[in-house]
């Protein structure tokens, strides 16, 4: 996956909040968006990303849908849900990562306030792309709150 210097050095400064509980997923999106030239903060709960939106502001956050079941309610929809209800002045993309493929899932993430839906397996390139789309685009689901 070529990125050029110029990209990553626009990219500087620019963090994606990743949201994954998968240890060898999230190491793997990392190290793309890392590549690309961009910031990457890992949590492996919502309720963890809810409280790092407290402290950084993302261009987009990415984010599995099967998070730990321990959390109950607390899967990426519910994660994405309380995103947009809680800052509602967050204008970062969300992007769904899963492996779940189906119309009725992706009409449950645009329901939530996601963007766009990436299936796995991933792609590096594919997946940066997408970020790039979704950054180049602003969100596609715009929401008057």
Same mark, same amino acid.
């Given at each position: ?14 963090? @994606? %909040? ?14 793309? %968006?890392?590549?690309?030239?961009? &910031? ?9 990303? !809810?409280?790092?939106?407290?402290? @950084? ?17 607390? /899967? ?5 849900? *309380?995103?947009?209800? &809680?800052?509602?002045?967050? /204008?970062?993309?969300? @992007? ?8 009725? /899932?992706?009409? *449950? ?12 397996? $991933?792609?590096?390139?594919? !997946?940066?792309? *997408? ?8 969100? $596609?689901? *715009?929401? &008057?709150?």
């Amino acid at each position: 996956m070529q990125v050029s210097d110029e990209d990553k050095k626009r990219r500087q400064g620019k963090t @994606i %909040l990743l949201v994954d509980d998968d240890p060898t997923v999230a190491d793997f999106v990392k190290l793309i %968006l890392q590549h690309a030239g961009f &910031n990457v903060v890992v949590v492996p709960t919502g309720q963890e990303a !809810l409280a790092t939106l407290t402290r @950084i502001t993302p261009v987009a956050i990415l984010m599995d849908v099967n998070l730990d079941p321990r959390e109950r309610d607390w /899967d990426g929809y519910e994660t994405c849900s *309380r995103i947009r209800e &809680n800052y509602r002045d967050l /204008d970062a993309p969300v @992007i769904f990562v899963t492996v779940r493929k189906t119309q009725a /899932d992706v009409k *449950r993430a645009v329901q939530v306030g996601g963007d766009y839906f990436v299936t796995k397996p $991933l792609r590096a390139d594919k !997946l940066l792309e *997408r970020v790039v789309h979704a950054l180049g685009r602003g969100k $596609l689901n *715009r929401r &008057n709150h």
